[in-house]
């Protein structure tokens, strides 16, 4: 099972005074990326709190509001705990996530360099971003794989919230970088048609479609439809393992 490193809590319990810190929702490690192209990769995610968006079917709401903070030492010592530092060097992959984890980037670039500088070497670092900020060059450096998720107006926001054309357009140009949509109805297809493909913000080869769905039940009412649709439409599928395997969303 996933090793719970750092649990959500409802309100800070410290404050550190400085940027060598991150502000934290949940960490966990030794488990699997559930989602996208690294789907099945042995994996730690750090889950940062904030988002920039709320969408109705998100499914961290309940976990990314809240956060702690916590010394890049703190956050070492913890990996040295369980030997993660010998576990990157052998592969396993370092998640940023949230909510939206940009909302922190100054606080990542400073994390990863101190790792770096600790450590002598940087893990293979996944970032999961909702598209709507942009990314600093210098931490976009780091960022071995990037999992875009832009959010199409089944997720209940607004388009001048959700859809930033100029942030698509950069992330699109970054190495080992992909475009998780998640798909509700038919509908959605011909809106990512129209608003990312048309406009040639992406390649159709950047394209994972997801089902939506938090638990296995709903995933069940969404996987055919959404596989039906990449196979049709000639695009990657991703189904969302943490759910398979273990019915949650969070902590594993």
């Known amino acids: 099972m996933p090793v719970t490193l750092i649990q959500q809590k409802p309100t800070f319990d410290k404050k550190v005074v400085g940027e060598d810190k991150l502000i934290i929702a949940e960490m966990f490690a030794d488990t699997l990326q559930g989602e996208g192209i690294n789907t099945g990769v042995l994996s730690t995610f750090i889950r940062v709190q904030g988002c920039t968006l709320r969408c109705v079917w998100c499914d961290t709401l309940d976990v990314w509001p809240h956060g702690n903070e916590y010394s890049f030492n703190e956050i070492f010592e913890m990996f040295e705990s369980i030997d993660l530092i010998?576990?990157?060097?052998?592969?396993?992959?370092?998640?940023?996530?949230?909510?939206?984890?940009?909302?922190?980037?100054?606080?990542?670039?400073?994390?990863i360099e101190a790792f770096k500088t600790k450590y002598g070497f940087i893990p293979y670092i996944e970032i999961e971003n909702e598209s709507v900020l942009m990314c600093d060059p210098q931490l976009a450096f780091y960022i071995s794989c990037w999992n875009n998720s832009p959010k199409l107006a089944n997720s209940g926001m607004k388009e001048k919230a959700r859809y930033k054309p100029?942030?698509?357009?950069?992330?699109?140009?970054?190495?080992?970088?992909?475009?998780?949509?998640?798909?509700?109805?038919?509908?959605?297809?011909?809106?990512?048609?129209?608003y990312y493909l048309k406009p040639r913000l992406i390649k159709k080869e950047q394209i994972i479609l997801m089902p939506e769905g938090q638990n296995q039940e709903e995933l069940k009412k969404t996987r055919e439809l959404t596989a039906d649709i990449a196979i049709r439409e000639g695009v990657r599928f991703s189904d969302r393992l943490h759910i398979t395997i273990w019915d949650k969303k969070t902590g594993v």
């Open 166 to 194: 100029d942030v698509i357009q950069f992330l699109a140009q970054r190495p080992n970088s992909w475009f998780k949509f998640v798909v509700a109805n038919e509908n959605d297809w011909n809106e990512i048609n129209e």
């Open 86 to 111: 010998n576990k990157f060097r052998k592969g396993q992959h370092l998640i940023l996530t949230g909510g939206s984890p940009l909302k922190q980037q100054t606080r990542l670039l400073a994390f």
